[in-house]
């Protein structure tokens, strides 16, 4: 099984349409501090630019599922996985944070599931076979998965502080990780896979 071209298109432009949707929302409004707030305060009900956050979330959850379907050298397992968590974004739009000062349960719920399924799906993305890509064999999986899983733990050891004044960055640094870390795996692979012929 290979990785098939609309997977390569969705890892890539995903991430970067992720970070500069949440950069220009927070551009556009005047006083908002990303290293301090949250991404999703941008789209909360009570935000002057939830419309633009809410179609940047809906995208990169759009390219999670196209991933899931198309990448198809990962295990069925870490696709599912994926294809959760592209779902679980939805949610988190759908059930966004009323203000800026609130929470929801269900917006929550959404967010940590999709934080934890980015940071453990190379757990699941294991290929023992001979045929297995480099990043794919055990030992490349489970440093991918420490590596993300120690990023996360970061992120929520700042979520948690609630002196904490780089939240937001810390935030916007697990976002972002989570988002190139599939993208160098499916673009490592396919570039194994093409020199194999």
């Not at 997977?7 to 301090?36: E, R």
Request: charged residues 10%.
């Amino acid at each position: 099984m290979r990785i098939k071209t609309p997977a390569l298109v969705a890892t890539t432009i995903g991430p970067v349409v992720t970070f500069v949707g949440y950069t220009l929302g927070a551009w556009l409004w005047p006083g908002f501090d990303g290293k301090v707030h949250a991404i999703s305060d941008l789209a909360a009900n009570d935000s002057p630019v939830q419309m633009l956050m809410s179609i940047v979330f809906l995208f990169g959850a759009a390219c999670d599922i196209v991933v899931a379907i198309y990448a198809q050298a990962l295990p069925k397992p870490a696709r599912i996985l994926i294809f959760v968590a592209g779902l679980a974004t939805v949610g988190l739009t759908v059930f966004a944070t009323p203000t800026q000062d609130t929470s929801s349960l269900p917006h929550r719920i959404f967010a940590i599931t999709s934080f934890v399924l980015f940071s453990i799906w190379p757990l699941f993305a294991i290929r023992k076979d001979q045929d297995a890509p480099p990043m794919l064999r055990p030992k490349a999986a489970w440093l991918g998965t420490l590596f993300l899983v120690s990023v996360s733990i970061w992120f929520l050891s700042l979520w948690l502080d609630k002196y904490s004044t780089i939240m937001g960055l810390g935030e916007r640094i697990g976002v972002a990780v989570q988002g190139i870390y599939p993208a160098v795996v499916l673009w490592h692979t396919w570039l194994w896979q093409r020199k194999r012929g």
